[in-house]
């Protein structure tokens, strides 16, 4: 099966400042797909961002980007300009086609904002 | 438009009931998958189901079980409930359920076993 880690329980970052937060995985596909969601107190999980793995260029939405080394099996989040909206539970996901196509999620990064 | 919309919000039963939990996609959506999330395993796949054939099973016992709709709309059952089953129950709709597409999550059933 394949495994998502995220090494950190929990992260805290001042607002507007720049917060990374760490995942890694671990799969022998060559065909698949990475997320991040965020999942606040509503209870929502709410996709940030999506990687794909035959990409080369880092993606990006807003002040949200990813850091993806391919080779280190690396997925990083980069949150920018904090807001206090983005406290969260952050979950680092993996899917492919050639293993159902269903998520494998990491264990979650809890982020707290400080004003 | 609507989003993925799970009935009941909260629900308390009791060991050895059955339970039902309902998932209404976001319309047009014809592939729904549950996941089960508990502090202590945190997220797991339960199944998904795709144009109301079962596409896709996790490794849960055969007390849970769950169906499609001709309308895509989804159930899933728990059957002699157990205390580990206390958990958050969420449900993820997609357009076509392949691995690039998007899934839009609802806010989940949260089930309490007593």
């Known amino acids: 099966a394949q495994t998502v880690t995220q090494s950190q329980p929990e992260m805290s970052v001042q607002e507007a400042e720049t917060v990374t937060l760490s995942c890694t995985y671990d799969?022998?596909?060559?065909?698949?797909?990475l997320f991040w969601y965020k999942q606040p107190p509503s209870r929502q999980m709410i996709l940030v961002i999506r990687?794909?793995?035959?990409?080369?260029q880092n993606a990006t939405e807003n002040r949200f980007s990813v850091n993806f080394q391919k080779a280190a099996k690396s997925f990083s989040l980069k949150i920018s300009d904090s807001q206090l909206g983005d406290a969260a539970m952050y979950f680092c996901?993996?899917?492919?086609?050639?293993?159902?196509?269903?998520?494998?999620f990491g264990t979650g990064t809890s982020l707290t904002v400080i004003p | 438009k609507a989003g993925v919309t799970q009935t009941p919000r909260y629900l308390i039963k009791t060991r050895g009931q059955q339970v039902t939990l309902s998932c209404s996609p976001i319309?047009?959506?014809?592939?729904v998958s549950w996941y089960q999330q508990t502090p202590g395993q945190g997220l797991q796949f339960l199944f998904e189901?795709?144009?109301?054939?079962?596409?896709n099973k996790g490794n849960f016992p055969g007390r849970f079980s769950g169906r499609q709709f001709s309308n895509s709309r989804s159930e899933m059952n728990v059957s002699t409930l157990e205390l580990g089953d206390s958990a958050l129950y969420l449900c993820?709709?997609?357009?076509?359920?392949?691995?690039?597409?998007?899934?839009?999550f609802g806010s989940g059933t949260r089930l309490t076993v007593v």
């Open positions: 993820a709709s997609s357009l076509t359920g392949k691995a690039n597409y998007g899934y839009t």
């Open positions: 319309s047009g959506h014809r592939s």
């Open positions: 996901a993996y899917r492919s086609p050639n293993t159902g196509n269903q998520f494998y």
């Open positions: 799969t022998s596909e060559s065909d698949y797909y």
């Open positions: 990687q794909e793995a035959y990409k080369q």
């Open positions: 189901y795709f144009s109301e054939t079962q596409r």
